[in-house]
């Protein structure tokens, strides 16, 4: 079974591979969905896969790389019909 997770990330984010460290820890993890740089300063994060495997990208989301320094992470469940037009592969925006 697929769950999904959309994911707003808050703090400093950007410029600091965020999206590259959240790639490969979500292949590593066997997830897929995207990564991308919001114009308000935040990352949001997509991603799908087996429950245990979202959620250790959920939890992995609250440290982030090094040079990152998160202050939230809020996390919204997608339904199993918003799943049907999601990427097969992890994508970096």
Given at each position: ?93
């Amino acid at each position: 079974m697929l769950i999904a997770r959309r994911c707003f990330i808050s703090g400093r984010v950007q410029g600091v591979f965020f999206r590259a460290s959240t790639r490969q820890k979500a292949t590593e993890l066997g997830c897929a969905g995207y990564a991308r740089n919001l114009p308000d300063g935040r990352v949001e994060v997509l991603a799908v896969g087996e429950p245990q495997a979202v959620q250790s990208l959920v939890d992995w989301l609250w440290q982030g790389p090094p040079a990152a320094d998160v202050k939230q992470v809020d996390v919204q469940e997608l339904s199993p019909d918003e799943l049907l037009d999601l990427p097969v592969g992890f994508a970096q925006r």
